[in-house]
């Protein structure tokens, strides 16, 4: 097996763990995060799979959708364009543009450039918890 040649490549071929939106839901209910920016980066991520145009099971399906949807990394620059594709047809992808919103809102609470990460990270520190 070759090496991964960044982090997300890393990431992308262990998937994240199967942690379900309902999961989710359940660890903000009964605030199960060893920090507050977790739990609103949690928050963001379940507001923005509610928005969705397509329901999805868990943030491994919702961050391959999302890539594919991009044509790749899901980064606030990518975000940002997809949000723009969006919003030029407001009407159609209303739904869609207010979970990108959600997502970019992500970004002003970590230091992390890609979704992915992002979205692995917290579902590493969940499991340990």
Excluded: C, H
Aim: hydrophobic share 35%; proline share 1%; aromatic share 10%.
């Amino acid at each position: 097996m070759r090496k991964p040649k960044s982090e997300s490549e890393f990431i992308y071929m262990n998937e994240i763990s199967l942690l379900t939106f309902d999961k989710l839901f359940d660890l903000i209910e009964d605030n199960q995060f060893e920090n507050e920016i977790d739990k609103k980066i949690a928050e963001k991520i379940l507001k923005a799979e509610r928005d969705w145009n397509i329901s999805l099971e868990s943030l491994n399906d919702f961050i391959t959708v999302l890539e594919k949807e991009i044509g790749g990394t899901a980064t606030k620059t990518s975000l940002n364009k997809l949000l723009k594709k969006y919003n030029q047809n407001i009407a159609q992808y209303a739904w869609e543009s207010e979970s990108v919103s959600y997502l970019l809102d992500i970004f002003d609470l970590t230091k992390k450039t890609e979704l992915r990460i992002i979205f692995n990270e917290l579902t590493e520190k969940l499991k340990t918890e």
